[in-house]
T-cell receptor, first 118, second 113 residues
């Protein structure tokens, strides 16, 4: 199973709402990522979790709050978003190897959540 | 800061043609390079991954090469088909332990039947 699932597929929320995006993988990967992608632009890295610990935060505003409750699950909590936060939010995972020989870090992506902030 | 550029930004070719997509990166200290395709409004599908120690990888009609010293990678697609129409993205993984990835600007490919 090389699948990364994301829910919901689409989300419309107001600027005062609180919502969460969910990402799940069962490939035993120990690194998980959140990306934001605006129309006609490449994905931009937001957060990286490695072994359920936040490893990289690319200066993302605090209205985005990531959470990694276990090795298979990654959440992105949203609060007080702005219309410019409307985008496709992509989750990915990769294997963090145990030795120099094993470290491929090939990233597998989910289908994304299309977020619209009104 | 790593910068990744893809040329051309868009490409339209007749079915059956062989084609080459280009990816350039500014910092040669990379760990790996991955090629993806993305259909409109969809997630990314991994096509090929090349480790920094490798020169090329092949999968079916796809061949990707890597020249780290010159900061370049190419994706060769043989005998293109309409189903190959998509946006192709290269992504450079840095040598850090947490795999920070920088994506290229993308090439939008249209294969005309």
């Amino acid at each position: 199973d090389t699948e990364v699932t994301q829910t919901p597929k689409h989300l419309v929320m107001g600027m005062t709402n609180k919502k969460s995006l969910k990402c799940e993988q069962h490939m035993g990967h120990r690194a998980m990522y959140w990306y934001k992608q605006k129309a006609k632009k490449p994905p931009e890295l937001m957060f990286v979790y490695s072994y359920e610990k936040l490893s990289i935060n690319e200066s993302v505003p605090s209205r985005f709050s990531p959470e990694c409750p276990n090795s298979s699950l990654l959440n992105l909590h949203l609060h007080a978003l702005q219309p410019e936060d409307s985008a496709l939010y992509l989750c990915a995972s990769s294997q963090r190897g145990q030795g120099v020989e094993v470290r491929t870090y090939e990233q597998y992506f989910g289908p994304g959540t299309r977020l619209t902030v009104t | 800061k790593q910068e990744v550029t893809q040329i051309p930004a868009a490409l339209s070719v007749p079915e059956g043609e062989n084609l080459v997509l280009n990816c350039s990166f500014t910092d040669s200290a990379i760990y790996n390079l991955q090629w993806f395709r993305q259909d409109p409004g969809k997630g990314l599908t991994s096509l090929l991954l090349i480790q920094s120690s490798q020169r090329e990888q092949t999968s079916g009609r796809l061949n990707a090469s890597l020249d780290k010293s010159s900061g370049r990678s190419t994706l060769y697609i043989a005998a293109s088909q309409p189903g190959d129409s998509a946006t192709y993205l290269c992504a450079v993984g840095d040598s850090g332990g947490y795999q920070k990835v920088t994506f290229g600007t993308g090439t939008k490919l249209q294969v005309i039947p």
